[in-house]
């Protein structure tokens, strides 16, 4: 078994924010795997141990642009080191450009993106030069295309640092964007429930069958809690099903249905979704060398 070191009850800690002791019981628990350690976590403690699928840590925009007929848009997010740069003008200005080289040019990657012409010279070019200025790094880090079936609508919020793009087909534009808008709050993993992969299904189905295992109850009782479980995360995780945020009494399949729209897809950008950025702990740093100079 892999040792449980202060370090990695603090990481667990901070993926999950449960409390020390329960973070290191469930190492202990898992044998040092921090993944198992962690889905242990969502048995015992349910949701509140799932802090780490939503947490943002990098800076940066995100760029979009939309053609003037609605019918073809891009959104690119662009990363930086630190929020100051990310309000920078000529910063934001790039990103916006990126999005319409992208929905122009077409690109297969962001190493082609980076060969693209733009200002005097590549967009590399001009990511280079604006490294030099601005004394910070910037990546592109990824970006999206959306042909439309219908019409596309944006939303764009907290300072650039969550995009949307919807594809709506009937409605008008302030559904468009009432529905754009609800994705950047309710941020939902699929469109329908059929489109979200089956293994994260089945992780919800194994913490909820752990979970209602330790409820004692009988078989055929443990299995109905846990398709009710499993039916509770598909509605609350996927756009049609999840409840509207202007009116919690329709679910948004609802409110497309009442006005004949329906939405063929969406694409939702938060920015530095998925990276962890190092955290330094000066305390943490100054107990460990003093352990390590009694050592």
């Known amino acids: 078994m892999a040792e449980i070191t202060a370090a990695l009850v603090k990481e667990l800690r901070e993926r999950t924010d449960a409390p020390m002791m329960e973070c290191k019981k469930a190492l202990v628990e898992a044998g040092g795997e921090i ?18 699928a939503s947490r943002v840590t990098a800076e940066g925009v995100v760029g979009t642009h939309v053609s003037p007929d609605r019918r073809l848009a891009a959104i690119v997010e662009v990363n930086c080191e630190t929020d100051f740069v990310a309000r920078n003008p000529e910063f934001v200005s790039f990103a916006k450009s990126l999005a319409e080289l992208v929905a122009t040019k077409r690109p297969e990657s ?22 030099g200025r601005i004394g910070e790094n910037l990546s592109i880090r990824r970006f999206s295309l959306l042909e439309a079936r219908g019409a596309i609508a944006q939303y764009v919020h907290g300072g650039a640092k ?8 009937g409605g008008d534009e302030t559904l468009g964007r009432d529905i754009a808008m ?5 941020r939902p993993l699929a469109l329908s429930r059929e489109q979200v992969p089956a293994g994260v299904v089945e992780r919800e189905r194994s913490i909820a069958s752990q979970k209602a295992a330790e409820s004692g109850k009988p078989a055929n009782i443990v299995e109905k809690m846990v398709e009710g479980s499993v039916q509770k995360f598909l509605k609350e995780s996927t756009l049609l099903g999840q ?38 702990d000066f305390a943490a740093e100054v107990a460990a060398a003093a352990g390590a100079g009694r050592g």
């Open 243 to 280: 409840a509207f945020v202007k009116d919690d009494k329709l679910s948004v399949g609802q409110l497309l249905a009442s006005r004949g729209a329906s939405v063929a897809a969406f694409t939702l950008y938060v920015v530095g979704e998925g990276i962890e950025r190092k955290k330094s």
């Open 35 to 52: 993944v198992r350690a962690e889905e242990i976590l969502r048995v015992k403690l349910g949701n509140k141990a799932a802090k780490a």
């Open 162 to 169: 969550i995009g949307v793009l919807v594809d709506l087909v």
């Open 110 to 131: 962001v190493e082609a993106l980076a060969a693209l012409p733009l200002a005097a010279g590549s967009v590399e070019d001009v990511r280079k030069a604006m490294i």
């Open 182 to 186: 609800h994705v950047a709050a309710s």
